[in-house]
């Protein structure tokens, strides 16, 4: 008897696909496009690792499953080449980024292949590569020519270990996302792209694209808006005045102190007035070693130092009151200052009670009652106002908009998001195309000299000197000025690598086009994305971005669509005993040796059943022997198949409705458990009909598509399996039959129910009751407990 040999069965198929071009999509010609994206990986290790097959098995799984249902699947793949990780890692090896990357772009795809996936290798994109980049550039240059590109001198988090400034979202609890370092604030020029602009449309379309919860909540706080009052405090003696954002108008009133931030442009201004200025000073430059979350955290003491000299005006109260710098003020946030209410804002409370300032309350939680207890924290939630003047006794949400008025203010929201810092100051990136010319001032590169090509940097380390290793290499920084042709110097800093993803999926679908990004009739015929399958970790980095650049081009004419997925799954994450998979840990799972020990198709239906899908699960050698027994019964159940129809019709057409349903919702391993339920069902029988084998290839064909083609030539067909339609079910099969159940009082029968196999205690009980026999041997006792055997007994105990 022929035995299953997944290695020799898994080349000669690849083998043969690759000959046919069997997943080739003709995107012109194309009839019922459907376009599934899986998030392109970074090339920064040597190989894949086993999260990495466990996410692209996910989506091929889903785009095969589509493809069976009759659609064109287009499912490209390529590698986000350039960027810190690929560099850091470059610089670990002690070799060039491009050399480097070019052999890790060589062993991914390598390994990829070995996937059997659907991959449209023939649509490659590497960011790394001048034709891909170019269009990088080009987007780049519509933004500066929109507006939505700017340069600006702004403090930024620095990471001491990489030696660059990072986005917001590149810093996770005050250390680089990267490398773990704990950054840094620094005060630099630096080029950002002007997102703020579209905070009220990404929040608005949250509400209306078909994503995960999860991932809407993430990008809602993300951007995090928050609606309130602009109201000026007036400097005392002076025309100066302090700009605040306030979410609670309400406690005006009660505003004792002021906190400016340690960055506050207005310092300059007092400086000559503030008698303690060396004092500010040394405070201002110790807080600019700090990290935004350490300044801002709430478990902090708080410190800060009073601007003595100077007074600001409650515009309420009228009454004079002191104003502090503190490093909990964050000059990004709001207007960079605050009027502080500690009776009614924990923070606030904490610094007032440390410097003893007044605490006043101006919110009672039980009016009209007036005898407010002294407060051992502050209380924050609703009430009415006391000690507010003519507004005492006003309810407090009714009491902002009128308290707003009378100071003078007026409505206004502010957000957490801010604009997306892309300059950086390493070698391996697309260089900003960007001129500075003494006489005509920041010019941008024209499109006809794009790409501006990276040059070959031997010593591409970066320098920790605020500037990039491009900076020392004259022959890339001298250049002409494009419009008067004078000597001029390039911009340095190279562009985030989140820039180069923000638009990938654009490209494509349109790379034999060398003279645009993209087309706009095949844009127009394949976006938005239909099926976007990645990490939850990405969900207020790369898809914010994607968003954002999508929206803009938009508004560029370029496109006539704004958001650039239809859907958005995340998948969870494969962990080994327990913990997250790392290098430090030596528990990183190497797929190749277990392509190589049990197959390619084996490890593919493994990782589908650890757990499910969204949520991940935990890598297990003895786990995946399992899947490999089964895939083994498989085999033998295929080869032994006779002719004739199926004698097994409603469990298998019970089977085709669990699978098409776990499926459409990536629950592939409930899928996978009722494949082996199909499988264990025949077990028993002598023979197993040829359409019954049939139906359990096709329904293999997305989680193991190497073994089910081979089965399906074995049974004797020509064509591909995968080239068979999806089964559709007969719902005259679901009806299950009834079972007769036992109902008895005190352990004695007094009746029988047709009734549903896997009916619940409580169906059954609600069923027995409507019988008026077993109500009569019950009585008029209270049934003191129930004793249930699914699918046997009920037992009434009176």
Not at 48 to 61: K, P, Q, R
Not at 77 to 97: C, R, W
Not at 621 to 631: A, E, H, M, P, Q
Request: charged residues 30%.
């Amino acid at each position: 008897m022929r035995e299953y040999n997944p290695q020799k069965i898994e080349a000669k198929w690849r083998k043969e696909w690759e000959k046919k071009k069997a997943w080739k999509v003709d995107l012109k010609k194309a009839k019922n496009p459907y376009y599934n994206l899986m998030m392109f990986p970074y090339p920064s290790a040597e190989g894949l690792h086993v999260g990495n097959v466990y996410a692209f098995t996910g989506s091929d799984i889903f785009g095969r499953f589509k493809r069976m249902q009759r659609k064109d699947v287009f499912e490209p793949m390529g590698f986000d080449a350039f960027g810190i990780h690929s560099e850091n890692f470059a610089i670990k090896k002690g070799v060039h980024p491009k050399i480097q990357t070019e052999k890790n772009v060589q062993n991914f795809r390598k390994q990829l292949k070995q996937m059997g996936a659907l991959f449209a290798w023939d649509r490659e994109v590497d960011t790394t590569k001048p034709e891909y980049y170019k269009w990088t550039q080009w987007l780049f240059l519509e933004l500066y020519k929109a507006g939505l590109a700017y340069r600006a001198k702004a403090p930024v988090d620095w990471c001491p270990s990489c030696k660059t400034v990072l986005a917001d979202e590149q810093v996770a609890a005050g250390r680089c996302e990267r490398c773990g370092t704990e950054v840094v604030q620094k005060e630099m020029e630096q080029w950002f792209l002007r997102i703020t602009k579209y905070a009220d449309r990404l929040l608005k379309n949250l509400e209306t694209i078909e994503w995960s919860e999860r991932t809407r909540m993430a990008q809602k706080n993300w951007i995090g808006k928050s609606q309130g009052a602009e109201l000026e405090f007036p400097v005392a003696d002076s025309d100066l005045k302090i700009g605040v954002f306030t979410t609670r108008p309400d406690t005006l009133f009660g505003a004792t102190y002021m906190v400016l931030a340690p960055e506050h442009q207005l310092l300059e201004k007092l400086k000559a007035r503030i008698t303690n200025w060396d004092e500010v000073q040394k405070y201002r430059e110790e807080a600019k070693k700090k990290s935004e979350l350490e300044r801002t955290e709430l478990a902090k003491e708080k410190t800060g130092i009073e601007l003595k000299g100077i007074k600001a005006i409650n515009p309420a109260s009228k009454e004079e009151i002191p104003v502090f710098i503190a490093d909990y003020a964050l000059a990004s946030y709001g207007t960079g200052a605050i009027m502080a209410v500690p009776a009614h804002d924990q923070r606030d409370f904490a610094f007032a009670k440390k410097y003893s300032l007044p605490i006043t309350i101006v919110i009672c939680p039980h009016y009209p009652e007036k005898t407010c207890p002294l407060l051992d924290k502050a209380y924050t939630g609703e009430g009415h106002l006391v000690g507010s003047g003519q507004f005492d006794g006003l309810a407090s949400q009714e009491a902002r908009a009128q308290i707003m008025k009378f100071a003078g203010g007026k409505f206004s929201a502010k957000y957490h998001l801010r604009d997306w810092l892309i300059s950086r100051q390493r070698y391996w990136g697309p260089p900003i195309p960007i001129i500075y010319c003494a006489k005509c001032g920041t010019v941008p590169v024209p499109e006809k000299d794009l790409p501006v090509k990276l040059p070959f940097v031997k010593d591409f380390r970066p320098q920790g000197t605020g500037k990039s290793p491009l900076a020392s290499v004259a022959s890339f920084v001298k250049t002409k000025c494009p419009q008067c042709k004078g000597l001029a110097e390039r911009e340095t800093d190279v562009s985030d690598t989140f820039l180069d993803s923000a638009w990938y999926f654009f490209r494509y679908p349109c790379t034999e086009f060398k003279d645009k990004p993209f087309d706009k009739e095949r844009i127009v015929k394949w976006l938005p994305v239909d099926m976007y399958i990645g990490g939850q970790e990405h969900a207020v980095l790369h898809l914010l971005y994607t968003r954002f650049i999508t929206m803009a081009l938009k508004d560029l004419g370029y496109l006539e669509f704004e958001e650039p997925f239809k859907k958005f799954r995340a998948h969870g994450l494969i962990t080994k005993d327990g913990a997250k998979m790392s290098k430090s840990k030596g528990n990183v799972v190497n797929p190749d040796e277990y392509f190589k020990n049990y197959g390619v198709d084996t490890v593919r239906m493994y990782l589908m059943f650890v757990g499910p899908f969204s949520e991940g699960g935990d890598w297990s050698d003895k786990g995946i022997v399992g899947i490999s027994r089964f895939l083994n019964r498989v085999f033998s159940f295929a080869i032994n198949a006779k002719e004739g129809k199926s004698n097994s019709e409603a469990l298998r057409h019970k089977t085709i409705k669990k699978i098409t349903e776990d499926l459409e919702h990536l629950r592939y391993n409930t899928a996978i458990s009722a494949l082996m339920e199909y499988v264990n069902a025949f077990s028993q029988k002598d023979a197993v009909a040829k359409e019954d084998a049939e139906t359990l290839l096709i329904l293999l064909a997305p989680f193991a598509p190497h073994l089910a083609e081979e089965l399906w030539h074995e049974i004797g067909r020509k064509d591909s399996v995968h080239d068979q339609p999806w089964p559709s079910y007969d719902s005259k099969f679901l009806q299950e039959e009834k079972i007769r159940l036992i109902i008895q009082v005190n352990g004695k029968m007094r009746g029988i129910l047709d009734i549903l196999p896997d009916a619940s205690e409580e169906a059954v009980r609600v069923e027995a009751l409507k019988n008026e026999k077993i109500r009569q041997w019950i009585g008029q006792n209270p049934i003191r407990k129930t004793i249930f055997v699914k699918g046997k007994i009920l037992n009434f105990v009176v």
